[in-house]
T-cell receptor, first 114, second 114 residues
Framework: AQSVAQPEDQVNVAEGNPLTVKCTYS??????LFWYVQYPNRGLQFLLK??????LVKGSYGFEAEFNKSQTSFHLKKPSALVSDSALYFC????????????FGAGTRLFVKA | DTEVTQTPKHLVMGMTNKKSLKCEQH?????MYWYKQKAKKPPELMFV???????INESVPSRFSPECPNSSLLNLHLHALQPEDSALYLC?????????????FGDGTRLSIL
């Protein structure tokens, strides 16, 4: 069965420190990979995606993600966290062929302490 | 401001009422989606429309009835809902169903069933 795992319900970091939010997936083929962020009382906002090419993808608000094919992982990173980064983060995958559904991970709540 | 507009933002209805949720986008996207999201959980796909035709129905109860009057509008008609249907209902759009482009989400309608 296809699945996306975000092993941490919550990640706590201090402002200014680097952050990592983990994502692994079990999807056939080479899926498209996405990260979304959701602030309270808002919809999901697209952060970045991996389609092909360089394993390090840069996105919005200083976020980047590292794709690792052998580990089927797509971890979200930021060199220096801000308090305003505190939100709910979702990893998502979609199959390249016939993949009309986007599969979301359970979400990871990021808390950045001042 | 989000590019996908959902109305109303909040809706309280009784179990015997009939109401509709509306979604509008003017990005020229040809795929539109309805999701249901419970608190601190990932979005659950309900329906997908592609080129104004229903493409996916994720076995949603018939008390939810989607409609796509044109390429910019998506409605969700509600009738005889149950208390467990209380949730945030998100609309999203993308350029085409199944491609490598991200989905754009509205801020949702928060629905409460009395």
């Amino acid at each position: 069965a296809q699945s996306v795992a975000q092993p941490e319900d919550q990640v706590n970091v201090a402002e200014g420190n680097p952050l990592t939010v983990k994502c692994t997936y079990s999807v056939s083929g080479n899926p498209y990979l996405f990260w979304y962020v959701q602030y309270p009382n808002r919809g999901l906002q697209f952060l970045l995606k991996y389609i092909t090419g360089d394993n390090l993808v840069k996105g919005s608000y200083g976020f980047e993600a590292e794709f690792n094919k052998s580990q089927t992982s797509f971890h979200l990173k930021k060199p220096s966290a801000l308090v305003s980064d505190s939100a709910l983060y979702f990893c998502a995958v979609r199959e390249r062929t016939g993949g009309f559904k986007t599969i979301f991970g359970a979400g990871t709540r990021l808390f950045v302490k001042a | 401001d989000t590019e996908v507009t959902q109305t109303p933002k909040h809706l309280v209805m009784g179990m015997t009422n009939k109401k509709s949720l509306k979604c509008e986008q003017h990005m020229g996207h040809r795929a539109m989606y309805w999701y249901k999201q419970k608190a601190k959980k990932p979005p659950e796909l309900m329906f997908v429309y592609s080129y104004e035709k229903l493409s996916i129905n994720e076995s949603v109860p018939s008390r939810f009835s989607p409609e796509c009057p044109n390429s910019s509008l998506l409605n969700l008609h509600l009738h005889a809902l149950q208390p467990e249907d209380s949730a945030l209902y998100l609309c999203a759009s993308s350029q085409n169903e199944g491609d490598n482009q991200p989905q754009h989400f509205g801020d949702g309608t928060r629905l409460s069933i009395l």
